[in-house]
């Protein structure tokens, strides 16, 4: 049995490669990827970088040369339920777009293994919750999407690539699940736009860190607090995904 993960940035693959422990690498299209073979499975890992286009693309090239019975998005996500605190585990009960002021839910078929690892965690006393995965195409103000989302959404949270991987997976008839954990809580706003940090690729510029810091030095604390609610929030991802891939 062949399990797919799409990660966005290098942190992401990196908590997930320790869960995993031995991997190969190799080239999906023109994604970084690794192979981690077991007795059991075979675990296919594709970095596609940030953002709908970019995981859209890693998932499509990963289909044209597998089969996967599961495909996971896995990462960081900000939470947007006041209850979830970093480091805590969001898994998707739901999905949706949210651009242009306007919500489109996203059909897909949620894997049961998502259902029954949030059951088996939650009982065992683990802070995992299933949630609203609410994927923008840019970085929104927590507050602004908060209100755009409906009455009783259950336990929202934003990132920027699960909903363009769970429509892949539907129209390729693959069971989906997101696993997210969350680096940045419902009250951390952030003081910088994603464009301000990246290229036309949304890959992230050292040299254009520097001159939005130059230019904003009152981010600074932010972004050293960012920096370490990360690590934290990489820590629980892997810890996380080495209790659903024992579990699968």
Known sequence: MNIAIITAMPEE????????????????????AFLCRAPERNLLLVESGMGFKNAAAAAEALLEEYRPALLISAGFCG???????????????????????????????IAPAAHNFVARQSASGARVFAGLFASTPSIMAKKELALLLPPGAPCPVVEMESAAIAIVAAENGIPF?????????ADEEL?????????????????????????????IPQLVRLGRNSRIAADSL?????????SL
């Open 13 to 32: 693959t990196r908590a997930c490669l320790k869960a995993a422990k031995t991997a190969e690498p190799l080239k999906v299209g023109r994604f970084k």
């Open 79 to 109: 939470g947007i339920a006041p209850e979830l605190r970093v480091g805590d585990v969001a898994v998707s009960r739901e999905l949706c777009i949210v651009a242009n002021g306007a919500v489109q839910p996203v059909p897909v078929a």
């Open 177 to 185: 699940m997101g696993i997210r954990t969350v680096s940045d809580a």
């Open 191 to 219: 003081g910088f736009s994603l464009d301000e940090f990246t290229d036309h690729n949304l890959r992230i510029r050292p040299h254009k860190v520097a001159l939005t810091i130059l230019r904003k030095p009152w981010i």
């Open 238 to 246: 892997s810890h996380a995904m080495a209790r659903l891939l024992a």
